[in-house]
C-alpha cells in the first residue's frame, strides 16, 4: 500500500513514519512518498526515517519528490499536512494581528483567518488533481487550519477526504486517566468544530462518567484543560472545552501574553526549525538524535503562553508525546482493513448538528469502515456552544467565498464577522496588512 505525505519535508513527518514501524499487519503500508517543495528539507527527513527504519524488517521503502503529480499517481492514501507560507508565514500572521491587538494564532482569529485564506486555494488544486490521478484514494489532512481546509477540499473529493487533529484525542485520554479509566474503553462524547469543541461526556460501560470529575475539584486540576480554565469555569460550562477554546475564554489575557512574549509561537518554530534543517546540511552526526532534541524543544513550549497566563505550569510529561500519528494510521488502519473502530475526526455534517447544513465539516465521534467515516448522532449543541459554533463557520464560509471569488470584501467580512475581532475597521486593517507581507494574497482584490 502507498502512502503520499505532501509537506513530505515537514518537522513532524518522523513520527508519522515512526507509527508506520509498529504495523505489521498484512496490508500496511509498504511504500513512503514524501513530497515539498524544499529539496533540502525533503533530504533531512529522508535521513532521519532511514535511521528509524535502520533494523527494522521490512520497513516502508521511501522516496522523494518535489513533482507533485509524480507523488500523487497511484496512491492509495495521501497525507496533507503542507504550511502555505512556511513559519516565516506564520509569524507575519501572529504579528500584523497583534499589532491591531487581537489574537494571531495559527488556527484561532485573525491569525487563522489570514492562513486559510492563502492555504484553501492550495488544497483545492490539491482535491483537484487527487481527483484525475489518484481517484480510489482517501485523503488524510492534518493541514490547518483543518476543519476549513477538510471542508474545502471536501468539494472536489466528497466524503474521500477526513481531517484528523491530535486535540480530542488528547482531552479524552487525559480525562479518562483522571477518572481511572481505560482510554481504549471510553467513549467521548465531543462536538463542536476543529479547534472548538467540548467534551460533554465520558462513558465507560454504558456510564457517564464526567459528572463525577465535574464534581471533584481535585480531580479537576490534576489534568491540562483543568489547569488552564480552572474548576470553576468548567463547572459553569458542564462540559470540558477543548484547550483552544482558552483563546475565547480568555481572549484578553491570551493578547497581552502573546503581546508580551519575547518571541511568537511562530518565531519560535521558525528560528528551531531553521537551525534543524541547518543542521542537518552542514554536521553528519545522528539525524535521529538531532530530531529528537528539537521535538522534545517544541512539546514542552506549546501553548506556553496560555499556560503562563492560567498560572498552569509546564505541560505533564504524558502530554509530550504528540498523538496524530497515531490517530493516523488508526484511520488508515480502518479504511483499508475493515478494521472499524471509533475515532473523533473531521467529516461533513450530514444530520447530525440540526444547526448547520449537511455540507458543513465538523468534529465529531465517527464509525470508521471501509467506506469511511460515518459521524455519530449526537445530542443537540448547549446554547453557549451554538453562538460560538455558528459564528466559526459562517467566518470559515466567508473565507471559502473569498478564495473562490477573490473577492477582497468577502476577505474583510470574514475577519469582520470572527467573535475575536471587534471592529470592522480593525478587520480592514488587517486585510490591509496581511496583503502587504503575504504573496500568497496578491488574488484578493
Request: with cysteine; glycine share 10%.
Amino acid at each position: 500500500m502507498r502512502l503520499t505525505i505532501l509537506g513530505g519535508g515537514g518537522f513532524r513527518v518522523p513520527l508519522v513514519y515512526g507509527a508506520l514501524l509498529t504495523d505489521r499487519a498484512e496490508g500496511r503500508v509498504t511504500e513512503v512518498v514524501l513530497h515539498d517543495l524544499d529539496a533540502g528539507r525533503l533530504d533531512a527527513v529522508a535521513r532521519v526515517l532511514a535511521e528509524q527504519a535502520a533494523g527494522v524488517p521490512d520497513a516502508p521503502a521511501v522516496t522523494a519528490t518535489t513533482d507533485l503529480d509524480e507523488a500523487l499517481t497511484g496512491a492509495d492514501f495521501v497525507f496533507s499536512a503542507i504550511r502555505v507560507g512556511g513559519l516565516e508565514g506564520r509569524a507575519h500572521d501572529e504579528r500584523v494581528a497583534l499589532a491591531e491587538g487581537v489574537l494571531g494564532q495559527e488556527t484561532v482569529g485573525a491569525g487563522g483567518i489570514a492562513y486559510g485564506l492563502r492555504t484553501v486555494p492550495v488544497a483545492e488544486d490539491i482535491a483537484r488533481r487527487v481527483a484525475r490521478l489518484a481517484p480510489d484514494a482517501w485523503v488524510i489532512n492534518f493541514t490547518n487550519p483543518a476543519g476549513l481546509v477538510t471542508e474545502a477540499m471536501s468539494r472536489h473529493l466528497g466524503d474521500r477526504v477526513i481531517g484528523i487533529c491530535d486535540s480530542p484525542v488528547g482531552l479524552g485520554r487525559r480525562i479518562a486517566q483522571v477518572l481511572g479509566a481505560e482510554p481504549r474503553e471510553a467513549f467521548i462524547d465531543y462536538v463542536g468544530l476543529n479547534h472548538l469543541g467540548w467534551v460533554r461526556g465520558l462513558r465507560v460501560a454504558g456510564r457517564d462518567e464526567l459528572p463525577r470529575l465535574l464534581a471533584d475539584p481535585d480531580l479537576l486540576g490534576s489534568f491540562e484543560e483543568g489547569k488552564l480554565f480552572g474548576a470553576d469555569w468548567l463547572r459553569s460550562l458542564g462540559a470540558v472545552p477543548n484547550e483552544y477554546l482558552h483563546y475565547y475564554y480568555f481572549n484578553r489575557e491570551a493578547v497581552l501574553a502573546y503581546q508580551r512574549a519575547e518571541k511568537t509561537r511562530g518565531a519560535f518554530l521558525r528560528d528551531q526549525q531553521a537551525a534543524f534543517y541547518a543542521e542537518m546540511r552542514e554536521t553528519g552526526g545522528s539525524a535521529l538524535a538531532a530530531w529528537d532534541r528539537t521535538r522534545a524543544e517544541r512539546e514542552a513550549t506549546y501553548m506556553a503562553e496560555n499556560r503562563e497566563s492560567a498560572g498552569a505550569g509546564e505541560r505533564d510529561a504524558d502530554d509530550l508525546s504528540g498523538g496524530y500519528e497515531k490517530v493516523a494510521l488508526a484511520l488508515m488502519r480502518a479504511v483499508a482493513r475493515d478494521e472499524r473502530t471509533t475515532l473523533i475526526l473531521n467529516v461533513r455534517n450530514r444530520r447530525t448538528l440540526s444547526v448547520l447544513d449537511a455540507d458543513a465539516v465538523i468534529e465529531v465521534p465517527c464509525l470508521v469502515d471501509a467506506n469511511g467515516a460515518h459521524p455519530v448522532a449526537v445530542s443537540p449543541l448547549p446554547d453557549h456552544a451554538t453562538g460560538l459554533v455558528c459564528a466559526v463557520k459562517a467566518v470559515e464560509r466567508e473565507v471559502l467565498a473569498a478564495a473562490e471569488s477573490g473577492s477582497r470584501t468577502r476577505a474583510v467580512a470574514a475577519f469582520a464577522l470572527h467573535p475575536l475581532v471587534d471592529s470592522v475597521s480593525v478587520a480592514r486593517r488587517l486585510v490591509d496588512g496581511y496583503t502587504g507581507v503575504h504573496p500568497g494574497l496578491a488574488y484578493l482584490r
